[in-house]
């Protein structure tokens, strides 16, 4: 049975016992914690068998496993707002299907080139293949939660290869924006960066997202240390406005923040909660009619 965390948020709480609980989802190894802010309340007896009403799934970067979010979120280093959406979040956390034997058996969402000096913007930096194999299992994991919650209060995020990640799955993979996407020192994958410099009719043609959903609803959170090695910032901000605005939906990033003096990792825990209390903050209505699953 899943129990729900009874960690305040807040990030002078001590760190309780909220390890959450492991399972198989759609073919991936995951970590889940459940939260509502009733169990946030010293006496709490909120029942550990009700479900949050939404879901935060997020990827973590390269060389990361899902538990060890959970252990970052334990220890409040992943730290979520208060007060939460209502009805509380599920917060899904995946481990990558694929390990880099290159790097000492690593788990990673895709595997990089066999040269580091491969320019970041080629498609020979990155094996494609595992780009959309771990794409197609994560949109898969983005369905389920969809048909529990809504689209309207299903969110999706990532840091550095996960949010790349996250990035290539909202436009490629999903056919309706989700509540809130938000992007922690990423960047834009080749898949998708191949569309820049295309028109927007023919970028359209390679995405499966309702474009017009998109520009009426969309919201994109866009995090970046200002000092991230791996991916400049400017550069990477820069490059993710120039997909959105490529096909005419730059007004959905809602938040970009460019954080002085960080680094591409960590993150701060103060950078989730900003993010998240943006993205918690106003959720979108919920679509007229039915969504296509």
Same mark, same amino acid.
């Given at each position: 049975?899943?129990?729900?965390?009874?960690?305040?948020?807040?990030?002078?709480a001590?760190?309780?016992?909220?390890?959450?609980?492991?399972?198989?989802m759609?073919?991936?190894?995951?970590?889940?914690?459940?939260?509502?802010?009733s169990?946030?309340?010293?006496?709490?007896?909120?029942?550990?068998?009700?479900?949050?009403?939404?879901?935060?799934?997020?990827?973590?970067?390269?060389?990361s496993?899902?538990? %060890?979010?959970?252990?970052?979120?334990?220890?409040?280093?992943?730290?979520?707002?208060?007060?939460?959406?209502?009805?509380?979040?599920?917060?899904?956390?995946?481990?990558?299907?694929?390990?880099?034997?290159?790097?000492?058996?690593?788990?990673?969402?895709?595997?990089?080139?066999?040269?580091?000096? %491969?320019?970041?913007?080629?498609?020979?930096?990155?094996?494609?293949?595992?780009?959309?194999?771990?794409?197609?299992?994560?949109a898969?994991?983005?369905?389920?939660?969809?048909?529990?919650?809504?689209?309207?209060?299903?969110?999706?995020?990532?840091?550095?290869?996960?949010?790349?990640?996250?990035?290539?799955?909202?436009?490629?993979?999903?056919?309706?924006?989700?509540?809130?996407?938000?992007l922690?020192?990423?960047?834009?994958?080749?898949?998708?960066?191949?569309?820049?410099?295309?028109?927007?009719?023919?970028?359209?043609?390679?995405?499966?997202?309702?474009?017009d959903?998109?520009?009426?609803?969309?919201?994109?959170?866009?995090?970046?240390?200002?000092?991230?090695?791996?991916?400049?910032?400017?550069?990477?901000?820069?490059?993710?406005?120039?997909?959105?605005?490529?096909?005419?939906c730059?007004?959905?990033?809602?938040?970009?923040v460019?954080?002085?003096?960080?680094?591409?990792?960590?993150?701060?825990?103060?950078?989730?909660?900003?993010?998240?209390?943006?993205?918690?903050?106003?959720?979108?209505?919920?679509?007229?009619s039915?969504?296509?699953?």
């Open positions: 049975q899943p129990r729900p965390c009874k960690r305040p948020h807040s990030l002078s001590m760190a309780t016992d909220c390890d959450g609980y492991k399972q198989t759609c073919g991936l190894d995951v970590h889940v914690i459940d939260i509502t802010d169990t946030n309340q010293a006496g709490s007896s909120a029942s550990s068998s009700t479900e949050p009403g939404c879901s935060l799934i997020f990827l973590p970067g390269r060389g496993l899902g538990t %060890k979010y959970a252990d970052r979120y334990n220890t409040g280093q992943f730290v979520l707002p208060s007060p939460l959406p209502v009805g509380g979040v599920r917060v899904i956390f995946p481990s990558s299907p694929v390990t880099d034997e290159q790097y000492e058996g690593i788990p990673t969402w895709f595997r990089l080139a066999d040269s580091p000096a %491969k320019d970041i913007d080629s498609a020979e930096r990155y094996v494609l293949s595992d780009v959309e194999y771990s794409a197609g299992l994560i898969n994991l983005v369905m389920q939660e969809v048909r529990r919650c809504g689209w309207s209060r299903t969110f999706l995020g990532g840091h550095s290869q996960g949010a790349m990640l996250a990035l290539h799955i909202q436009l490629t993979r999903l056919e309706q924006p989700l509540a809130g996407l938000c922690f020192s990423g960047y834009v994958v080749y898949p998708l960066r191949q569309l820049v410099p295309l028109s927007e009719r023919t970028a359209a043609a390679h995405l499966a997202l309702n474009l959903m998109m520009r009426s609803r969309g919201r994109v959170f866009v995090w970046h240390g200002e000092l991230d090695e791996n991916f400049p910032v400017n550069q990477a901000l820069t490059l993710t406005r120039a997909v959105f605005r490529g096909v005419g730059e007004g959905a990033i809602k938040l970009q460019e954080a002085p003096g960080i680094a591409h990792s960590p993150v701060p825990p103060a950078a989730y909660q900003q993010v998240f209390s943006a993205m918690f903050a106003s959720p979108p209505p919920a679509p007229s039915s969504p296509t699953v």
